[in-house]
């Protein structure tokens, strides 16, 4: 145990965690805005291995698997007839944990295949192995599937964060391209992102907001515009996309206390937001109350001023007994309202704006 603390305490100071706080994300030097790097090839058994033991991370498979069996049956393909690879980009983390920026499907499909989860479909150039799992191969095949080499370039963790989501957005060419928070989510991997993906899984909030076949990680999204805005709305400037960087670089793995404050705070302003306005909670619809439709600059206001007023169970309950469902449908159907939730959203304009009124608006009831 002596020698394993001696261990820990030398890896310390080797290779020390990077505190996002202390960089200035707006405002990068220029001697910063260049990328680190190593290259290195990896064999196919290699990679599953680092897959395997956490060496290198992707997003889980259900969140962030997108490929259909036909295009992972090709890459398989490929590996058998020599076709070159595309390269694989990595970020180093400060604990030396590589998390994939660029290839992410690629890694999945060969881990899948390797686990024997599917068989080969949509063959061109091997049709016999049509079929196929990976236990089912003549063991030479599976020999030159694993001894196969991928080139895979590793970003440096002393590259500035920012730049390393630019070059995510400029590697970012894939048949099925990733959404910004899909992008942030394979950066910023930590205790953060833990929490969005569970609190994003909610199913009142599936429901409210629409997001029950949620493939893409957008509900993620909306938890963390909430978490964002919560903290430091006033001082908002566009664009939506750095904001939210910007939390989730510096949030990434807050401490404890942090994630149970913050998960409180979720939970009771849904709750609230729910007893109120039930399903037409986060969405425009007319005076018959049909044809709702989700509005995320609509549920930027109410999260935040629900939360911001900190309602007693008393206040809640004297909303919902004013029928708030009605007089809220004519307060967001004014025209000096909508314009902040229907037009120019992410200005900061229309943030500070829709967020004020609707304080406003609620104080106004009770």
């Known amino acids: 145990m ?15 965690e990077i505190f996002e706080q202390d960089l200035d994300i707006l405002n990068i030097p220029p001697e910063k805005r260049r990328l680190n790097t190593e290259t290195y090839d990896f064999t196919v058994s290699t990679l599953i291995d680092y ?10 498979f259900q969140r962030g698997y997108v490929w259909n069996r036909a295009q992972a049956s090709r890459l398989i393909e490929s590996l058998i007839i020599n076709c070159p690879i595309p390269v694989i980009f990595l970020s180093q983390n400060s604990d030396e944990t590589l998390a994939v920026i660029d290839g992410n499907q690629r890694l999945n499909s060969i881990k899948l295949f390797l686990s024997n989860d599917f068989d080969l479909r949509g063959l061109t150039a091997y049709p ?30 002393d590259t500035h964060p920012q730049i390393k989501f630019d070059v995510f957005e400029r590697l970012n060419t894939g048949s099925v391209k ?34 029950k076949n949620d ?18 709305w006033r001082n908002y400037t566009k664009p939506l996309v750095t904001f939210l ?19 409180n705070d979720f939970h009771l302003t849904l ?6 306005l039930n399903k037409f909670a986060f969405k425009t619809y007319e005076r018959t109350l049909k044809n709702t439709k989700f509005n995320a600059a609509l549920y930027d206001a109410q999260m935040i001023s629900f939360y911001e007023l900190n309602l007693s169970t008393q206040d809640v309950e004297k909303l919902r007994d004013l029928n708030f469902v009605t007089k809220n449908q004519e307060f967001i159907s004014n ?30 009831l009770l």
């Open 51 to 60: 897959l395997n033991d956490r060496h290198i991370l992707i997003p889980e």
């Open 245 to 263: 960087n910007n939390y989730s670089e510096v949030n990434r793995n807050p401490s404890i206390e942090r994630l149970l404050e913050l998960q």
């Open 178 to 211: 990733l959404n910004s928070h899909e992008l942030r989510h394979g950066i910023n991997s930590g205790t953060l992102m833990e929490l969005l993906e569970t609190l994003g899984n909610n199913s009142l909030f599936k429901d409210l907001t629409l997001t």
């Open 335 to 364: 025209e000096e309202f909508n314009k902040y939730i229907s037009s120019g959203t992410t200005d900061r304009n229309s943030v500070i704006n829709r967020i004020t009124e609707y304080k406003s608006f609620i104080n106004s």
């Open 271 to 276: 709750e609230k937001v729910s007893i109120v």
């Open 2 to 16: 002596a020698e394993r603390n001696k261990s820990s305490k030398l890896a310390d100071k080797l290779f020390p």
């Open 128 to 157: 016999e192995l049509e079929g196929y799992r990976f236990i089912d191969l003549d063991p030479r095949f599976q020999r030159h599937i694993q001894n196969r080499t991928i080139r895979c370039i590793v970003i440096l963790k």
């Open 215 to 232: 493939k893409r990680m957008k509900a993620d999204e909306l938890v963390l515009r909430f978490f964002a805005f919560s903290e430091n």
